[in-house]
């Protein structure tokens, strides 16, 4: 089963992205509460996707995506923010993500990336 990294400095948004994962199969998970927080336990686990909020503490999301990519180029990671404006979207995408999913999240939409990503 895929290794799924969460990030995100809200706890009940680390939490809702993980109940509807195990909702849809997806059982293996890690937290990380920042960027800096996400680059140390991707080295360590090195988790099939990342699943990251943007603006955090820290290291913000886009940080630590670029760290993540020069550590990894194949590191699959999808960029989560409330604010879905397209500098931002477009930066994430340039620096490597995968996806972008605006908050509020519709589970549907997180299941459908992930799935589409994972395969």
Not at 24 to 51: H, R, S, W
Not at 76 to 90: D, F, N, P
Request: aromatic share 6%; hydrophobic share 45%.
């Amino acid at each position: 089963m895929a290794k799924i990294l969460i990030v995100d400095d809200a706890a009940f948004m680390r939490m809702m992205v993980k109940d509807t994962l195990k909702k849809n199969g997806y059982t293996d998970f890690c937290e990380a509460p920042d960027g800096a927080e996400a680059l140390k336990l991707y080295q360590e686990i090195k988790p099939d996707l990342v699943l990251m909020d943007i603006t955090m503490p820290n290291m913000d999301g886009l940080e630590a995506l670029k760290a993540i990519k020069s550590y990894d180029s194949e590191a699959k990671v999808v960029m989560c923010s409330a604010m879905g404006q397209e500098s931002m979207v477009i930066d994430a995408i340039k620096s490597g993500a995968k996806d972008f999913i605006v908050k509020p999240f519709k589970p549907d939409r997180i299941i459908k990336t992930v799935s589409s990503i994972l395969g």
